[in-house]
């Protein structure tokens, strides 16, 4: 079944403590891209990589970091997490303009 | 800039009637346009999409419709289900080369029995 998948599907930590949400898709798609979505301001683009090794900013990168060191994992990176990024995680992913999928999302509470 | 919007937030309509949301957009520049679902504790799905050479769009009891005088769309769902309840975002490319989807606000659709 073709699906992206993303772990954990809940997390509650605290301010400063590291923490990765991963994100693996199994349709050899060449882009993916992370998103966030909060009340009242939609989904909003925090990275993207159009293929291995190719990433870039998005919307509201600022307290993130990616890596694409394989086409299918593209891990999300919060290297000092902030109440700010309580929010709902999405991973993407689609071939050129093809229909892009999404994850099932990610709960990150900050406390 | 590059924008879309929702013309209302929530949508309440029986079982079996015909549901219509709309969505505005600001810029004639995006030749493409995709519009969501997303149920609850779910990702958006794909429902549908509509290219600017086309002015309509039929899928299975969806269809799309674009006006690109006034710059709207429309997603009309046929015979509204309870399985139909959530929200629906319009949603567009962005960037210069499709680095990113710019998604509406979204509108909350109820469909009671």
């Known amino acids: 079944e073709a699906q992206v998948t993303q772990n954990p599907r809940y997390l509650i930590t605290v301010t400063g403590k590291k923490l990765t949400v991963t994100c693996s898709q199994n349709?050899?798609?060449?882009?993916m891209s992370w998103y966030r979505q909060d009340p009242g301001l939609g989904l909003r683009q925090i990275y993207y990589?159009?293929?291995?090794?190719?990433?870039d900013k998005g919307d509201v990168p600022e307290g993130y970091k990616v890596s694409r060191k394989e086409k299918r994992n593209f891990p999300l990176i919060l290297e000092s997490p902030s109440p700010n990024q309580t929010s709902l995680y999405f991973c993407a992913s689609r071939q050129g303009y093809d229909e892009q999928y999404f994850g099932p999302g990610t709960r990150l509470t900050v406390t | 800039g590059e924008s879309v919007g929702l013309h209302l937030p929530t949508l309440s309509v029986q079982e079996g009637d015909n549901s219509i949301i709309n969505c505005a957009y600001s810029?004639?520049?995006?030749?493409?346009f995709i519009w969501y679902k997303q149920e609850s504790g779910k990702g958006p799905q794909f429902i549908i999409d509509?290219?600017?050479?086309?002015d309509k769009r039929q899928g299975q009891r969806v269809t799309v419709l674009l006006n690109k005088t006034v710059k709207h769309l429309s997603l009309q769902i046929a015979a509204t289900q309870p399985g139909d309840s959530a929200v629906y975002f319009c949603a567009r490319p962005g960037g210069t080369g499709f680095q990113k989807l710019v998604f509406g606000t979204g509108t909350r659709l109820l469909v009671s029995p």
């Open positions: 509509i290219r600017s050479n086309m």
């Open positions: 810029n004639s520049a995006s030749d493409y």
């Open positions: 990589s159009m293929n291995v090794e190719v990433t």
């Open positions: 349709m050899n798609h060449e882009y």
